[in-house]
């Protein structure tokens, strides 16, 4: 079975940095991907998918990244469901992302199109593959946000 993800877009907000009980490191955040078509209207939308990431990468990500910063993101698909407080069975789809790649120049964003892999020891090192398919993405300019 394949379950992978390749998402392009812009954090909505800064992302999240929490730490779980045995002091392993979660970012959650959101990420708005524009579509590939325009809707009747000539506008483009975008989806705003919910994702996390963990370990070091989570944190190299927190302190590379903030509001608007335009990532490229792997990882995989995940569900899962809890009960809320009023005891609804409440579903949750979301990436889990395993590692990011920053797009933006480093003028514009205070980095350098890095590409950051989690590594199987839990620490995340640039990639400096010339060949990745993020290296090549066209520059979206502000106008381009849909927020």
Not at 54 to 80: M, P, Y
């Amino acid at each position: 079975m394949i379950n992978r993800t390749v998402l392009v877009g812009r954090l909505t907000n800064d992302p999240e940095l929490k730490y779980t009980g045995s002091d392993v490191a979660v970012a959650t955040f959101i990420l708005a991907v524009n579509r590939q078509f325009t809707n009747s209207q000539g506008e483009r939308e975008a989806d705003f998918i919910r994702c996390q990431m963990w370990r070091k990468a989570a944190e190299n990500f927190c302190n590379f990244t903030h509001k608007g910063s335009l990532v490229g993101i792997d990882g995989r698909i995940q569900t899962r469901s809890y009960d809320n407080q009023q005891g609804t069975r409440i579903f949750v789809t979301e990436v889990v992302a395993e590692n990011f790649s920053l797009l933006e120049s480093k003028n514009s964003n205070q980095n350098n199109g890095q590409n950051y892999q989690n590594q199987p020891n839990g620490q995340s090192s640039p990639s400096s593959n010339p060949n990745d398919q993020f290296n090549s993405m066209p520059e979206i300019k502000d106008d381009d946000l849909p927020f």
